[in-house]
Each structure stands twice: as structure tokens, then as C-alpha cells.
């Protein structure tokens, strides 16, 4: 149990990663608060933790809401007596091209993905100064943040935004030994988010084909699984990693070392 007493924020529960990474803290001990703007994502990820021997709670949040956020906090504070993870999960994935990006959809997504990560590091971390116990923050990127990906321009300019982000947050709170570290996934294998989705009794969506053969592109031959991110975030958030800070960990089956024109499964 590497984070047994600690107390866990992660937002953005919906079946796939938000959960994983949710569930992956609670079985080793943590407590965890699953925070997302649709209510059914935050109180039935609550409820599958609970129901695997997990202690969780769910709130209703739009992390974009700074009211919203303190509120979350607080509601954190006053049921398990403070805040020492947070995994800033939440985001809006997808885009279009420069050419054709709406500017209130390129204003949404800008603002969950970065503002939404600003208010929820910049509330938990005050609640971590105050409690005098350092903490850890996760902000979760993609590898779309490391690469120009066409046709997504809003997705890739703000997870590109919070890389550095996390690099000077990092700066300001490490005093306060509050460590922030982002977690690099990619594309990733769909079966045990659909898995879940069941388990939550959600009916199983018509399978999409992806355009492009990740799988095959992969120099790990396969692709990461939410499990696999949790490992990680385990890490981050433990005793383990006191010492890292403002770095990202890449879990990406090796996707951004490779040599771009090599195809290591054709
Ligand atoms: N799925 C992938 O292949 C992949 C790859 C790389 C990175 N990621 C990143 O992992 C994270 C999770 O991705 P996912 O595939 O599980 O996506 P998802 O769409 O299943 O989950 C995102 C969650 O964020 C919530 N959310 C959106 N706006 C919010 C807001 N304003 N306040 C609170 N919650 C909000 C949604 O309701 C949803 O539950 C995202 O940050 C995404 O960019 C995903």
C-alpha cells in the first residue's frame, strides 16, 4: 500500500482514464474524490471504487468554474480532512485544423484542458500550503502535446501548454514540497475502458476504426492500457518519486523516443 492515509483529487472520472488512474490510487489506499463536470462519471466511478473495497466520494465539478473548484476543495477538506494527490485528468480530446476550428470550441477546450489544470492546481495547492505536508500533482498530457498532430490544433497547443506548466508550477510550489509532474499517455487500447463502461452498466458503443495503425507504429508493439497510467501515477503520487519534480513520464510504449520514418512492426 504506497499511499495508504492519503487523500486523492482526480478529475475527469469517465470509464476511461479519469477511472483507471482512479482506481489504480484507491488499491493502494488512497482516498479518493473523482471529480467531473457530468455527475454520472464523478458519483459511478465513486460507486466502482467503493464496490472493489476502495474509499471514494463523487462531486459534480466543472473545473473551469474557479467557485465550482473551491468548492471541490473544500467539500475534499471537510470529508477526509485534506488534499495530498491531484491528477489533473479532465480534458476535451479531438479538434479540427487551424483552418477549420470554431473559436468557441477552440475557447472550451483551452479552457478545460489549461485553465481548468491552473484553478485545480492552484486551489489544491494553497489547501496543500496550508496544511504543511508537501503533496504531489499529476497533470495529465498526451503525446499530441510532444508533436504536430494535423487536425488538432486546440488538443495539441494546450497539452503543449501544460507540459511547461507543470515545469514552472513545479518552480513555485517546490518550497512548499508540493512536487508536480505531468504523465505523457497515447493512444490507447479501448478494451478495459469499455470493460469498465459496462461494469458501470453502460451500453457497449458501435466500435470506431482508427485512420491510423497506432498498434503497428508502436515500437513497444502494443498500446497502454488506463492500468498502465495508474502505475505510473502511483509512483508520481508516493514517497517513491519525493524527489522528482517538474518532469514528465512519458507511458507511451515508446512513441516520442522512436526515429520518426522507422516502422518498427510493418
Ligand atoms: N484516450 C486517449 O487515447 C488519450 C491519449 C492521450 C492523452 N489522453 C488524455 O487523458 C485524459 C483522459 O482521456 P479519456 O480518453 O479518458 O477521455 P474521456 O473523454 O473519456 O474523459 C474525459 C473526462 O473529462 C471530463 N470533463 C470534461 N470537461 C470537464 C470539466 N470542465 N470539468 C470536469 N470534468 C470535465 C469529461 O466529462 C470526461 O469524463 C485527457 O486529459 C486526455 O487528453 C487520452
Given at each position: 500500500?504506497?499511499?495508504?492515509?492519503?487523500?486523492?483529487?482526480?478529475?475527469?472520472?469517465?470509464?476511461?482514464?479519469?477511472?483507471?488512474?482512479?482506481?489504480?490510487?484507491?488499491?493502494?489506499?488512497?482516498?479518493?474524490?473523482c471529480?467531473?463536470?457530468?455527475?454520472?462519471?464523478?458519483?459511478?466511478?465513486?460507486?466502482?471504487?467503493?464496490?472493489?473495497?476502495?474509499?471514494?466520494?463523487?462531486?459534480?465539478?466543472?473545473?473551469?468554474?474557479?467557485?465550482?473548484?473551491?468548492?471541490?476543495?473544500?467539500?475534499t477538506?471537510?470529508?477526509?480532512?485534506?488534499?495530498?494527490?491531484?491528477?489533473?485528468?479532465a480534458?476535451?480530446?479531438?479538434?479540427?485544423?487551424?483552418?477549420?476550428?470554431?473559436?468557441?470550441?477552440?475557447s472550451?477546450?483551452?479552457a478545460?484542458?489549461?485553465?481548468?489544470?491552473?484553478?485545480?492546481?492552484?486551489?489544491?495547492?494553497?489547501?496543500?500550503?496550508?496544511?504543511k505536508?508537501?503533496?504531489?500533482?499529476?497533470?495529465i498530457?498526451?503525446?499530441?502535446?510532444?508533436?504536430?498532430?494535423?487536425?488538432?490544433?486546440g488538443?495539441?497547443?494546450?497539452k503543449?501548454?501544460?507540459?511547461?506548466?507543470?515545469?514552472?508550477?513545479?518552480?513555485?510550489?517546490?518550497?512548499?514540497?508540493?512536487?508536480?509532474?505531468?504523465?505523457?499517455?497515447?493512444?490507447?487500447?479501448?478494451?478495459?475502458?469499455?470493460?469498465?463502461?459496462?461494469?458501470?452498466?453502460?451500453?457497449?458503443?458501435?466500435?470506431?476504426?482508427?485512420?491510423?495503425?497506432?498498434?503497428?507504429?508502436?515500437?513497444?508493439?502494443?498500446?497502454?492500457?488506463?492500468?498502465?497510467?495508474?502505475?505510473?501515477?502511483?509512483?508520481?503520487?508516493?514517497?517513491?518519486?519525493?524527489?522528482?519534480?517538474?518532469?514528465?513520464?512519458?507511458?507511451?510504449?515508446?512513441?516520442?523516443?522512436?526515429?520518426?520514418?522507422?516502422?518498427?512492426?510493418?
Amino acid at each position: 500500500m504506497k499511499l495508504s492515509g492519503k487523500v486523492a483529487i482526480v478529475t475527469g472520472t469517465s470509464p476511461n482514464i479519469g477511472a483507471g488512474i482512479a482506481g489504480g490510487l484507491a488499491d493502494e489506499g488512497a482516498k479518493v474524490v473523482c471529480a467531473d463536470v457530468v455527475p454520472d462519471n464523478a458519483e459511478q466511478c465513486a460507486s466502482w471504487i467503493a464496490k472493489h473495497g476502495g474509499e471514494a466520494l463523487g462531486i459534480a465539478c466543472d473545473t473551469t468554474d474557479e467557485t465550482q473548484v473551491e468548492a471541490l476543495v473544500a467539500r475534499t477538506r471537510d470529508a477526509y480532512g485534506g488534499v495530498d494527490v491531484l491528477v489533473n485528468n479532465a480534458g476535451i480530446l479531438g479538434g479540427d485544423s487551424v483552418l477549420d476550428m470554431p473559436l468557441d470550441r477552440w475557447s472550451r477546450q483551452l479552457a478545460v484542458n489549461l485553465t481548468g489544470t491552473f484553478l485545480c492546481t492552484k486551489h489544491v495547492a494553497r489547501q496543500m500550503v496550508a496544511q504543511k505536508r508537501g503533496g504531489s500533482i499529476i497533470v495529465i498530457v498526451s503525446t499530441a502535446g510532444h508533436q504536430g498532430q494535423a487536425g488538432n490544433i486546440g488538443y495539441c497547443t494546450s497539452k503543449s501548454g501544460l507540459l511547461n506548466f507543470t515545469r514552472a508550477a513545479a518552480m513555485d510550489l517546490a518550497r512548499h514540497r508540493i512536487r508536480v509532474n505531468s504523465l505523457t499517455p497515447t493512444a490507447t487500447d479501448t478494451e478495459e475502458g469499455l470493460a469498465r463502461a459496462a461494469e458501470w452498466g453502460r451500453a457497449r458503443p458501435e466500435a470506431r476504426r482508427r485512420t491510423l495503425d497506432f498498434v503497428k507504429m508502436a515500437p513497444l508493439g502494443a498500446l497502454p492500457s488506463p492500468r498502465h497510467y495508474a502505475q505510473a501515477a502511483v509512483f508520481l503520487a508516493s514517497d517513491d518519486a519525493e524527489m522528482i519534480t517538474g518532469t514528465d513520464l512519458r507511458v507511451d510504449a515508446g512513441a516520442i523516443a522512436k526515429y520518426w520514418p522507422w516502422i518498427p512492426h510493418a
